[in-house]
C-alpha cells in the first residue's frame, strides 16, 4: 500500500515539474554556463551544448543501476553506501517534524546555508554554523525502497557534480514546485532560471528511474511467480 501511494506521490510530481519545466523555458532567452554544460538560447531556439552533463548523466544511470543491484535494492545497504562515500547519515527522532519546520523532507538534504544550516546543524552536529554540508538526515526504522532509490540517485548525481544542486536552485526548484503558478517566476534572473531548471531536471531523472528500476523489479517478481507456480509461457 504505501509502494503505490508512493507511486501516485511521484506521479503527481512528475506533472508538476513537466508544468514547471515548460515556464521555465519559455523564459530561456539568453546565454549561459554552468560547471559542466553551456547552454546557447536565443528567442528561435534553445540549443545545449553538451561538455560532460550528458556523459555524465548516462553514467550516473548506468552506476547507479550497478550500485542498487549490488546492494539488492535494500535502503540500509544504499545508506551503508552512502557512508562509506564520506557522506554523513544523521538518524535522530522526530526528523520528519524537524524538518519540516524548515521546509524539507527526510531524505537527502542538500548544501544550507543562514538560519535553516544553524537550525539543522544544532540537530545533527551540535555545531553553530551557518553552513550546512549535503547529508541524509531521516527517522530511525524502515525506509520505503522507492522513495530511497529516488534518494540515492539524487545524491549520486549531486556526487557526480551534476548542476542544479547549489542553494538557490534547490530553494528556488522548493518554492515554485508548491505554485508552479507563483507570478515571481518570471522576474528570475537567467542564472537562477537555468539553474532552477537544471534542479528540476536532476528530480525529473530521479524520479524516472526509481519508478522504471520498481516496475522491472515487480516484473521480474510477477515472472519469477508464475515460473515456479506452474510454468511460463515463452
Same mark, same amino acid.
Given at each position: 500500500?504505501? !509502494? ?6 511521484? #506521479? ?10 515548460? /515556464? ?12 559542466? =554544460?553551456?547552454?546557447?538560447? =536565443?528567442?528561435?531556439? &534553445? ?5 560532460? %552533463?550528458?556523459?555524465? !548523466? ?6 547507479? +543501476? ?66 550546512? !554540508?549535503? *547529508?541524509?538526515?531521516?527517522? +530511525? ?11 540515492? #540517485? ?20 522548493? !518554492? ?14 537567467? +542564472?537562477?532560471?537555468? *539553474?532552477? %531548471?537544471?534542479?528540476? *531536471? /536532476? ?20 515472472? &519469477? ?10
Amino acid at each position: 500500500m504505501e !509502494k503505490l501511494i508512493r507511486k501516485i506521490l511521484y #506521479y503527481f510530481l512528475t506533472i508538476q515539474e513537466k508544468t514547471l519545466t515548460y /515556464r521555465l523555458n519559455k523564459s530561456l532567452k539568453h546565454t549561459y554556463g554552468n560547471k559542466t =554544460s553551456k547552454t546557447v538560447l =536565443s528567442p528561435t531556439e &534553445h540549443m545545449t551544448l553538451t561538455l560532460e %552533463t550528458e556523459k555524465n !548523466k548516462e553514467l550516473v544511470k548506468k552506476n547507479v +543501476e550497478d550500485i542498487v543491484k549490488n546492494c539488492q535494492n535494500n535502503p540500509h545497504k544504499l545508506l551503508d553506501y552512502i557512508i562509506a562515500a564520506g557522506t554523513k547519515v544523521y538518524k535522530i527522532n522526530n526528523a520528519d517534524k524537524i524538518l519540516a519546520a524548515i521546509g524539507e523532507d527526510e531524505g537527502l538534504i542538500c548544501e544550507l546555508k543562514g538560519l535553516k544550516a544553524l537550525y539543522l546543524n544544532l540537530f545533527t552536529t551540535t555545531k553553530f554554523s551557518l553552513k550546512f !554540508k549535503p *547529508a541524509f538526515v531521516m527517522r +530511525e526504522g524502515n525506509i520505503e525502497p522507492l522513495y530511497m532509490l529516488h534518494q540515492f #540517485y539524487k545524491w549520486y548525481s549531486l556526487k557526480m557534480d551534476l548542476p542544479g544542486f547549489d542553494f538557490k536552485a534547490q530553494e528556488n526548484f522548493k !518554492k515554485y514546485l508548491k505554485n508552479v503558478n507563483d507570478n515571481t517566476l518570471s522576474r528570475l534572473s537567467m +542564472e537562477d532560471t537555468l *539553474a532552477l %531548471t537544471e534542479a528540476v *531536471a /536532476r528530480d525529473q531523472e530521479a524520479t524516472a528511474f526509481a519508478l522504471s528500476f520498481a516496475q522491472k523489479t515487480e516484473g521480474a517478481q510477477k515472472a &519469477h511467480k508464475k515460473m515456479t507456480e506452474g510454468g511460463a509461457d515463452i
